[in-house]
């Protein structure tokens, strides 16, 4: 990968913020529908991305984190979404704690 966007790129990942190691326990469910045509231009796109923390609550401290302002294995970050040039998000709902 060369970090390139193609015309027709969307990519779904995590930006860890909180000071643990979760990220491999953290699974992304990304369920799309297509409102338009593929081969129209621009795509209406409607989905649900879900992200599940897997962890089983007894992963040693340096994995799940030591912080004492949010509960052990409490995973704190950021979905990340990239988009190919010129797309843009018209509306973003949600997120419950994790």
Known sequence: ???DLASNSLAFGVSNNGGNKLD???HIDVDLNDAASR???PWDIAGTVTVTNTATGH???YVAGQVASRPRGEYQGFLVV?????AH????TGATGM
């Open 39 to 41: 081969e129209a231009s």
């Open 82 to 86: 990239n988009m190919s040039p010129g």
């Open 24 to 26: 491999s326990f953290l």
């Open 59 to 61: 992963e040693p401290d």
């Open 89 to 92: 998000v018209a509306d973003l």
């Open 1 to 3: 990968m060369a970090g």
